[in-house]
C-alpha cells in the first residue's frame, strides 16, 4: 500500500512540487546528503524532509516530535513550523488456522501525517549531532575493512571483483562473466567509490533496460549515499546537474530517488551486519 497524495496535499504539501523544485534547483547531492542520515526513514518521507527543510533554509540533520524533544530536554521555539512526515497506520489482527485462533499479527491499513522537529528548531540541553564525513587518508585500514565486506557482498551475488591497471575507466562490471573490474594504480579511497558505484549496478541494473545516463547516476548517487554514511568523503565527484537527466520528469526523479535509497541501504546493513 503507498502513501495517499491526497492525503499529503490535504496537509497542504505538494510532493510532485517539491520534486519538481528538486530538480530546478538541482539539489540533488544535498537531497543525498539527507538520505545518509536518515536510515529508517523512506525515500518518500527524506524526499518530504529536504524540501520543506530547504524551503525554510536549512537541511534537517535530527528530528522527532514535540514531545520528543522535551524527553531530550529540549524545547520547540514559539513560532516553529512543523515538518510532516508519513508514518504507517497497522492494526492488530488475529488469524484463526485449522479452527483455533492463531497469533496476532500487524496490518498495514494506510498512513497518517505527523509533525515533527528538527534540532535547529529548538533549544536546550546539547545534543550530539551526526559526525560530518571526514576524508579518510588514502592508505586507511578501515577502507580495506570495507573493501573486503564489499567483495564478500558480491559473492553472495555471484560475482567476483579484482584490482588491475584500467586505460579509459575506472571501474566496469561484466555481467555476462559476472566480474567486477576496478582500477588499480588510484588512491584506496578512489578504489572504494568505485567498487561501491559497480556494486550498486550489480544490485540495480542486472536486468538492463535503463539508459545509461539514469543507470550512472543510480549507481553514483548509492556509492555516495554509502560512503557519506559510512564517514567516507567522496564528494569531489561532480553530480549530474538533476534537470540535464531527468528533463524535468518529477516522477522519474522520485523513481531514482527510491532506487538509490533502497539500493544504499541494501550494501549498509550487509556491510555494517
Known amino acids: 500500500m503507498k502513501p495517499s497524495a491526497d492525503l499529503v496535499a490535504k496537509f497542504g504539501l505538494d510532493l510532485e512540487a517539491e520534486v519538481r523544485k528538486l530538480i530546478c534547483e538541482g539539489n540533488w547531492c544535498q537531497l543525498l546528503d539527507v538520505s545518509a542520515r536518515f536510515r529508517s526513514y523512506s525515500s518518500q518521507n527524506i524526499m518530504l524532509l529536504f524540501s520543506q527543510a530547504c524551503s525554510r533554509g536549512f537541511s534537517p540533520t535530527l528530528v522527532t516530535g514535540y514531545r520528543g524533544w522535551q524527553r531530550l530536554g529540549r524545547q520547540v521555539r ?79 551475488r555471484g560475482f567476483t571483483h579484482c584490482f588491475e591497471p584500467l586505460d579509459s575507466v575506472n571501474g566496469f562490471t561484466d555481467f555476462n562473466r559476472r566480474i567486477v573490474k576496478v582500477r588499480s594504480d588510484v588512491s584506496s579511497l578512489q578504489r572504494l567509490k568505485t567498487l561501491l558505484h559497480e556494486t550498486a549496478h550489480v544490485v540495480m541494473h542486472s536486468a538492463g533496460h535503463l539508459s545509461r545516463v539514469r543507470a550512472e547516476l543510480e549507481a553514483e548517487s548509492s556509492a555516495y549515499v554509502v560512503c557519506r554514511a559510512l564517514g567516507f568523503d567522496s564528494s569531489s565527484y561532480s553530480f549530474p546537474y538533476v534537470a540535464r537527466w531527468s528533463q524535468g520528469n518529477s516522477e522519474l526523479v522520485g523513481e531514482v530517488a527510491r532506487s538509490v535509497h533502497v539500493c544504499a541501504w541494501e550494501i549498509l546493513e550487509f556491510l555494517e551486519g
Not at 96 to 104: F, I, K, Q
Not at 125 to 138: G, I, M, R
Not at 143 to 155: K, S, T, W
Open 78 to 156: 514559539k513560532g516553529e513550523k512543523a515538518l510532516y512526515i508519513l508514518a504507517p497506520r497497522v492494526k492488530k489482527v488475529c488469524f484463526e488456522a485449522d479452527g483455533a485462533e492463531g497469533m496476532a499479527s500487524e496490518v498495514l491499513t494506510g498512513f497518517r501525517l505527523v509533525c515533527v522537529f528538527d534540532l535547529c528548531q529548538t533549544t536546550g540541553d546539547d545534543l550530539a549531532v551526526p559526525p560530518e564525513p571526514k576524508l579518510l587518508e588514502s592508505e586507511s585500514v578501515s577502507i580495506g575493512e570495507v573493501i573486503a565486506r564489499l567483495g564478500a557482498f558480491l559473492e553472495l
